[in-house]
């Protein structure tokens, strides 16, 4: 039965990717994700690892964007280029597998509570929910579509942990890290969350309390195992641009959803979110996502009451509802006065980004129609499941598809200024107020004295210049500053400075020959958040490994 489940969830999110097998790209929303990888890829053949400076985005002055901008889906493309796959196919293989682990995950922990029946029909659900599509075919989210396939992983191994401890240690840390290097805005949501459900099982489920001190262990081991990013992505934030994340097209204000578009429209576009309903992007619930979710509450209740149900299953579906109805009332304008209270929600920029999560909960709770039933019943399972194909197919598509080469796509005249000015305001650092208006220069300017730039070379983080001066010269450098830039000059440690408004790195350099070299190194705390998760993984290589590698050496 395990191999037939996981034959058929491979089926269904093979079936919902069905389009990333087809040659091509299609339009989406964030039309950067070739692009990021293509930085990514820069930085790994330089060995900036962990990458945080990408050289070409910001007009080619550069900018910190994988220090704030979760890596984990770049450095998973970066693996199926490395093997020789296209920048394009690797985006599309990456996300062909977060629709893989996405139900994988939904599976297992449907499984705990619901049976295998009910596990792969959550599954289902999860997989063929129209937000899935959303993210996937209109707005091309990554790292949100990534996000979500942690969740169902996060409650299953706070579960296992509790219930079996510290066996499953390492699945919730390897979950929580997984979240965190994906998205900023969930982690900052479903943390909570998740910490809501530890507390829920425990005093519902009556769970083993000893390994409530597992369960903090594997959460903080996944934040060890993500302190890379995470360190300097909080406390550094302060030298990035993050204001324009509000204003404007991103101010929440204008993002709310009716219940109309929630509950009982089949609209189906790929335009922008506006205000009001006239969206050219869709924000349903799903079919038949919510009336089942009814369905399971509705028939729990009855059931309690006549005494032929267990208290522990209709609190883990009132729990499940609650949670799924909470997320909605916050996607709706009503909940406005929670958004201007709570600033912290500004940073979603979109409250419908909430469907996220009530897409989670819905399909958890959707499963529990097998919790109904007093005896197995695989013919509703496949019902259900054919019903949610039947109404949800045509939503699994893109507009269309585009036949374009990496080339093309990259390093056309088109592609090459889109990948440098697209999101230019992004993590843009404070040393500039305003984001650049021209391409950066090839080479330094000399802005003082007189020089002759004998050559230059620039890296993803680092530059290099011979320099003939013959007066004591000025030079202006074409990368911004930003904590962590150095200079050496005749290998010589030397101070350098911003230019004002326009935050690109000046060095002044005396008569002579001058060898320049500029490198952006580790603040304290990169350091510290590298060296943290340098030991989380190694301690995760030694928990797995290490246990089967003991066996081997003689007790003797």
């Known amino acids: 039965m395990k191999r037939l489940s996981l034959l058929l969830i491979i089926g269904l999110a093979f079936l919902a990717g069905r389009w990333l097998f087809k040659p091509g790209i299609f339009p989406i929303h964030d039309d950067l994700q070739v692009a990021r990888l293509y930085e990514m ?13 990408v050289p070409d985005m910001g007009y080619g002055f550069g900018y910190p964007l994988f220090n704030f901008y979760p890596p984990l889906p770049y450095y998973l493309g970066e693996i199926f280029h490395l093997a020789g796959v296209s920048f394009i196919n690797s985006i599309k293989i990456v996300f062909l597998l977060g629709l893989l682990v996405s139900g994988i995950g939904m599976f297992l922990l449907g499984r705990e509570f619901f049976g295998t029946e009910g596990g792969l029909l959550a599954a289902g659900l999860y997989l063929w929910a129209p937000y899935h599509a959303v ?122 959803v009716s219940l109309k578009q929630l509950f009982f429209s089949r609209f189906w576009g790929y335009g922008p979110s506006v205000w009001g309903e006239n969206d050219g992007m869709p924000f349903q619930i799903g079919l038949p996502h919510w009336p089942l979710a009814l369905f399971v509450l509705g028939g729990g209740i009855f059931l309690f009451l006549r005494r032929r149900w267990k208290k522990e299953n209709l609190f883990l579906v009132t729990f499940l509802f609650l949670l799924f109805v909470g997320s909605l009332f916050l996607t709706h304008l009503r909940a406005v006065f929670i958004w201007k209270h709570l600033s912290f929600l500004h940073y ?63 390093f ?25 208006s021209s391409p950066a220069p090839e080479i330094p300017v000399v802005k003082e004295g007189v020089a002759r730039i004998n050559s230059f070379k620039k890296g993803t983080n680092w530059m290099k210049a011979d320099v003939s001066v013959f007066e004591k010269t000025v030079l202006w450098f074409p990368t911004f500053c930003f904590p962590g830039w150095k200079a050496w000059v005749n290998k010589e440690e030397v101070k350098i400075s911003c230019v004002p408004k326009l935050g690109v790195i000046r060095l002044s350099l005396p008569a002579g020959a001058q060898n320049v070299y500029l490198r952006l190194v580790n603040t304290p705390i990169r350091s510290w958040g590298n060296f943290i998760s340098l030991v989380s993984w190694w301690l995760m290589v030694v928990w797995w490994g290490g246990g089967r590698l003991w066996r081997w050496i003689p007790k003797k």
């Not at 890829?41 to 400076?53: D, K, M, T």
């Not at 009556?206 to 959460?219: A, E, M, S, T, V």
């Not at 499941?385 to 093309?408: A, C, V």
């Not at 056309?412 to 404070?430: E, V």
């Open 41 to 53: 890829h820069r930085c790994w053949e330089e060995r900036q690892i962990p990458c945080r400076w």
């Open 135 to 256: 993210d996937l075919y209109v707005r091309g989210a990554m790292n949100e579509f990534w996000a979500m396939a942690f969740f169902p992983f996060i409650f299953w191994s706070i579960f296992k942990v509790l219930k079996e401890g510290k066996k499953y240690v390492p699945a919730l840390a390897l979950s929580y890290a997984g979240l965190l290097l994906s998205h900023n805005i969930m982690s900052m949501l479903f943390v909570p969350i998740s910490i809501l459900w530890g507390i829920f099982l425990l005093l519902v489920f009556r769970l083993k309390k000893k390994n409530l001190w597992w369960l903090i262990i594997g959460g903080g081991w996944g934040g060890g195992l993500a302190a890379f990013f995470v360190l300097p992505a909080f406390f550094e934030k302060k030298y990035v641009h993050v204001e324009t994340m509000f204003i404007g097209y991103f101010n929440y204000l204008a993002h709310f």
């Open 348 to 410: 979603l920029q979109f409250p419908w980004r909430f469907l996220a999560l009530a897409t989670f909960f819905v399909s958890f709770l959707g499963g529990g129609v097998f919790l109904l039933l007093s005896r197995r019943a695989n013919w509703l399972m496949i019902l259900l499941l054919g019903i949610t194909l039947i109404l949800n197919y045509s939503y699994f598509r893109p507009e269309k598809m585009i036949l374009l080469s990496d080339e093309e796509k990259l």
């Open 412 to 436: 056309s005249s088109r592609g090459w200024y889109k990948l440098q000015t697209d999101a230019i305001f992004d993590y843009l650092p404070k040393s500039t107020s305003l984001p650049p």
